[in-house]
């Protein structure tokens, strides 16, 4: 009880708090918070157990599926979605100008697993890639563009992101 | 900001038809902002749920709402509340809505649900108990079904069809050599990555509007108006943002809708969303037909084919759905892109008590392409000829007739399409260094074998024979005073880019920027019926009809607003539709389908030119298998097509990379598993496994733009063509690499290790 009140964590730069009602129940998916809660519906749900990659978002940095974390682990963390990503990120560009979402529902995870992989190795080669993306699932592609998006961005330096 | 700035290409482009400008709908879905229909939410919305057979058909003795929940707070819905026709539109009308009294598979829907509260909704559907008296002898495979080892209905065949060319008798004492084989295709599930759904409400002026993920607005529309008895004007389909297709999202959306609505007109006209978790959508949902083919091939001792007999069927599931014509495309590619005077290709869908299996990109191609590239590879085999010298020698040309009766005619040069493939993937080469490698490692006791396999066939787009003239699809472009303009069509985007390339087509035929045209939200209240997005036909057909309207619009502002015949530019363009709509009350025009004269099909018979383009490819598979963990690895494809004109060349790559990676996933991971009723027992992402990243290596695409493609500016259909070829290919690779006569897909390793127990000593082709 008391723990769900002093339960506190940023997301996309905003304290939540279950003080404040921001955070209704310790036990809540991330993912539900994020798409029911705070109206952030860029983190999709395509399975509902870790495997697709759909809700993936970025916790301190690192990936995790957002339908396996209950909120009361977030204590004190930094949680980013797709939302929260900043619109200069080379990523964003270099996945519409690859072609590398096609219908859609995997980019947002993809980008941000992404953006993990290239910001501990900015300038991965493709096996890199390859292993980084391996938890986010995409069924139009064929993930060719997704590895050209994300070798392309990373050569792209500077900018704020 | 630089990604909405460029939402609609690149600056400066002209957007015609071959520019690779960037998909319109691109940066709302990397910035995560495109509405699918689950992230959409209405106040005093509630939650629908869907209680299911569990037996494998038999009849429903009655129905039981447990204990402990206040059911007067839940909307119930059952067969009965149904006020018009209790049955999905489709072929047959044989497929209930809601199951009351007998049914024919696990998964059928019975009884429908609806709460404000999910967690309350997700416990009541586990309270209510369905009493049913099970089927005895439920049939779970083509044989059994055809040997009428229980019966799903009379006979137990949806369709059986016949085509027959020349004279089998005399092919068959002609021939010098002779291959018989067997093969088979199992299941293949969808795995769009948004799962299905559907929202349905009436408005404030009584219409029941139901939006959600589909590929077929049109057809949703018609089963809602059979099932509520309403009338066009009082339902209206509205398109979301669709997370994939597939096939999947054909005809199964036309029952979450219909079920939606049901709840919603139950609830008072209440919002009632109904989105189906994976679970739920992988046991209740079509999935790729399982095949099995019976071969006969002859050749003379030169390889020119002499006779060619197969039996194809595939296991169509408890309803008919849209088998009969899987059946036909099937039927129809079955003889490949080989020409052969004497032959005959019986076709069945077959009833099991299976749940009913439908569309998925190829939708029969795929099997039946599997099976007679495969035996061309048997009968290679048996007159001591190579897979390549074969084809070489029975390759369709032009002049030739195809077995179907299509005359091949002098657009087409498959033999450059077959080349290319050889140089580019070094298909000689690899093949003499991988026996060679493969002597070498067996002869040191090193478990590594490498193998190499093409396939050569051809795809046929837009619907078979006379569909299309019978569809007669229509679409419109429209202006406003400002010179933007719309597509109206009920084509619609699940990802595979048509509202970019529509749009692509209608700027060059208009010269505008791209940014000028977009395509309208496709709302059946608002746009023509073009058609089911489907048969990799919208581009190439759906194309033309938007191209001809905007020759229509242009002709109207010529000759009506002063537009200058040449040389106009936007400015021009939208100082004419200005002065038209001063004039009048709208600017718009459209236009209807008009099939090219050498399509003509006769169906009794099975004879004549079923399609307007075929497109052509060869794709060539390198593996590596490692004979300690039979794991087949995929080292290198290469795919090579030629699909006419190339409308955008970053969105014909993708569908081809796309489509082949499905393909990869036919061919060594995905296996749909069956529990004892014959519902799918690993419908879940963790056991139902398609590739990732770590399997997929960069697919290899050429594109070879041929004349002779009867969409816009030449284009032909390309959507389904790459699901064709990687399971021939793959697994001749593999046989290659082990010396195997594997004949089924999936091959998984404990397929492999099945075949070298058979096969003890692995011999290097």
């Known amino acids: 009880m008391n723990f769900a009140r002093t339960l506190e964590f940023t997301l996309n730069g905003r304290v939540l708090s279950g003080a404040d009602g921001s955070i209704a129940s310790p036990s809540m998916r991330l993912l539900d918070l994020l798409r029911l809660q705070a109206g952030q519906t860029g983190t999709k749900e395509g399975c509902g157990e870790g495997e697709c990659g759909a809700c993936a978002v970025l916790v301190d940095g690192e990936v995790v599926n957002s339908c396996l974390v209950p909120v009361g682990q977030l204590h004190g963390r930094t949680v980013m979605s797709i939302e929260g990503l900043p619109r200069t990120d080379p990523l964003l560009e270099a996945f519409a100008r690859a072609g590398a979402t096609q219908c859609g529902i995997c980019t947002p995870g993809m980008i941000l697993a992404a953006r993990a992989l290239l910001d501990r190795q900015p300038d991965p080669s493709l096996d890199e890639v390859r292993e980084a993306l391996a938890g986010n699932l995409c069924r139009c592609t064929g993930y060719a563009r997704i590895y050209a998006a994300v070798l392309d961005a990373a050569t792209v330096r500077g900018g704020d992101a | ?765």
Not at chain 2, 383 to 389: A, D, F, R, Y
Not at chain 2, 419 to 429: F, G, P, T, V
Not at chain 2, 516 to 524: E, I, L, N, S
């Open chain 2, 1 to 765: 900001m630089p990604i909405p700035e460029r939402r609609d290409g690149f600056p400066g482009t002209r957007g015609a038809v071959g520019a690779p400008v960037v998909r319109k709908d691109a940066a709302a879905k990397v910035l995560g902002e495109a509405r699918y229909v689950d992230d959409l939410v209405y106040p005093g919305m509630l939650y629908g749920a869907t209680v299911r057979t569990r037996a494998a058909g038999g009849t429903i003795e009655r129905i039981e709402f447990g204990p402990g929940f206040d059911w007067s707070s839940f909307v119930v819905v059952a067969a009965a509340d149904i006020p018009g026709v209790n049955a999905t539109r489709m072929i047959e009308q044989d497929q209930p809505v809601l199951a009351c009294d007998r049914f024919r598979h696990a998964g059928e829907p019975v009884l429908l649900l609806a709460h404000p509260d999910r967690g309350l909704l997700q416990e009541a559907l586990a309270a209510v108990t369905v009493h049913e008296s099970p089927n005895p002898a439920p049939v779970f495979s083509i044989d059994d079904a055809l040997a009428l080892r229980g019966e799903v209905c009379p006979g137990n065949v949806f369709r059986d069809y016949l085509m027959s060319r020349g004279d089998l008798a005399a092919g068959e004492a002609a021939a010098e050599v002779v291959f018989e084989g067997r093969f088979e295709t199992g299941a293949q599930e969808h795995v769009y990555i948004e799962p299905q759904g559907m929202i349905a409400h009436v408005d404030a002026g009584g219409v029941l509007v139901v939006e959600g993920s589909m590929q077929c607005p049109y057809y949703v529309l018609d089963t809602l108006t059979a099932v509520t008895g309403r009338d066009a004007g009082a339902v209206r389909v509205v398109h979301c943002t669709t997370g994939g297709g597939f096939g999947g999202k054909e005809e199964y959306p036309s029952h979450i809708a219909a079920h939606a609505a049901l709840l919603s007109l139950k609830a008072g006209g209440r919002p009632v969303k109904l989105v189906y978790d994976r679970a739920e959508d992988m046991l209740a949902t079509p999935k790729r037909h399982p095949s099995r083919t019976l071969v006969r091939i002859g050749a003379r001792r030169d390889g020119r084919l002499s006779f060619l007999d197969m039996d194809f069927a595939l296991d169509g599931g408890a309803y008919t759905t849209l088998s009969p014509v899987v059946l036909s495309r099937g039927v129809i590619h079955a003889p490949g892109p080989y020409a052969c005077a004497n032959a005959r290709v019986r076709g069945r869908a077959v009833a099991t008590n299976h749940p009913p299996n439908g569309a998925f990109r190829g939708f029969g191609a795929p099997q039946s392409i599997f099976a007679i590239e495969q035996a061309m590879d048997g009968l290679a085999r048996q007159l001591g000829m190579t897979p390549l010298e074969l084809r070489r020698v029975n390759m369709l040309r032009p002049g030739d007739r195809s077995v179907p009766g299509q005359l091949i005619d002098d657009t087409t040069d498959f033999d450059a399409v077959l080349e290319q493939a050889l140089r580019e993937s070094d298909y000689l080469a690899r093949q003499e260094a991988f026996a060679a490698s493969n002597a070498a490692n067996a002869a040191a006791g090193r478990p590594l074998r490498k193998g190499i396999g093409l396939a050569t066939f051809h795809h046929g787009a837009g619907f078979t024979g006379n569909g299309e003239v019978v569809l007669a699809s229509e679409a419109r472009v429209r202006a406003n005073a400002e010179g933007r303009v719309q597509v109206v069509a009920s084509s619609s985007e699940m990802g595979q880019g048509n509202t970019t390339t529509l749009c692509q087509v209608v700027a060059g035929a208009l010269g505008l920027p791209l940014d000028w045209v977009t395509q309208a939200p496709v709302d059946t209240h608002d746009v023509p019926d073009s058609g089911p997005t489907v048969a990799s036909r919208t581009c190439m057909i759906v194309g033309l009809i938007v191209e001809q309207a905007a020759r229509g619009l242009r002709a109207e502002l010529i000759g009506k607003a002063g537009l200058p015949a040449t040389a106009a530019d936007e400015h021009a363009f939208a100082a004419a539709c200005a002065r038209y709509l001063d004039a009048h009350p709208r600017l718009e025009a459209q236009a209807r389908y008009e099939p090219p004269a050498n399509v003509a099909w006769d169906e009794t018979v099975f004879e004549g030119s079923p399609y307007a383009s075929y497109a052509w490819a060869t794709y060539v598979a390198e593996v590596d298998i490692d004979l300690t963990t039979c794991e087949v690895a995929l080292s290198g494809f290469t795919a090579v097509q030629e699909v006419g004109r190339v409308v955008n060349p970053v969105i014909a790559a993708g569908q081809v990379e796309g489509g082949v990676v499905q393909g990869i996933g036919f061919a060594l991971f995905e296996k749909v598993v069956r529990d004892g009723n014959g519902a799918m027992a690993n419908n879940r992402m963790t056991n139902y496994i398609i590739p990732t990243t770590a399997d997929v290596p960069p697919v290899r695409v050429f594109f070879q733009e041929q004349p002779g493609g009867t969409g816009p500016s030449g284009a032909k259909g390309l959507g389904e063509l790459p699901m064709d070829g990687p399971g021939p290919a793959i697994l001749s690779a593999v046989n290659f690499a082990l010396g195997t006569r594997i004949a089924c897909l999936p091959v998984l390793p404990e397929d492999v290790l099945a075949a070298l127990q058979a096969a003890p000593a692995p011999e290097v082709a």
